[in-house]
């Protein structure tokens, strides 16, 4: 039986594409259904399915980022409102997409393929490049990039310039905002501050952690496989989760 899952930040798409996948592809088995790219990375990395069907713009990593972290593992048919965008950037077919509001008869064509590389075995190609210059391209449509940091520490306000951050950790409600001389605290969640981030400068390693690559100094595997980070310039290290060990891939 085929498997899927479906990442999408709005719940009405999400059911939506479910229910048109349960009419024309009934033996595909849904086995996951995520609100966040980095919760659809995890999954594809636990559940192994078949097919991704990623929304390209969804809070953490972009639909873009967990198909490029996830190359060979599964098929990634995006979902995207950015028809301006597909037409040249999906030439050829090269990759699957469909446009939000899906359509029923452009979803079976989809599915058509998809069982059709299927049966013939096709490998899983290597589509980075294309995926690479569509993601540079969305950039300048996302939020404008976060250059402070606003923290309340009793009565005074933090103000941390973005690059003085060596890492964000997650701690319950808040965030910790870590620099080589100070830490603080703020409200807003990782996967919010994910969205203002340079994700060329700043890496998720791990569902609460994201850390400035320039200031990841080695990585450590255990016999487990466990990644620990050395940072420079600060004493902690942190850990890494197999989710993201494609990052530290060896040139």
Known sequence: MPTAIIADDEELPRSELRRMLAELWPDLAIVAECEHGTDALEAIHALRPDVAFLDIRMPGLSGLDVAKAAAGRCRAVFVTAFDNHAFDAFEAGAIDYLLKPVARERLAQT??????????????????????????????????????????????????????????????????????ADEALVRKPIKELIEGLDADQFWQVHRGVVVRAAAIARVQRDQMGRLTLALRGHPETLKASQAYAWRFKPM
């Open 111 to 180: 599915i058509a393929r998809l069982r059709e590389r299927a049966r013939s075995a096709e490998p899983i190609p290597d589509l980075a490049h294309l995926m690479a210059r569509l993601d540079q391209r969305l950039r300048g449509e996302g939020p404008a990039p976060i250059r402070w940091i606003s923290a309340s520490v009793g009565d005074t306000i933090k103000i941390i310039p973005i690059d003085d951050v060596i890492f964000f950790q997650s701690e319950e409600k808040y965030t910790r905002v870590v620099t080589a």
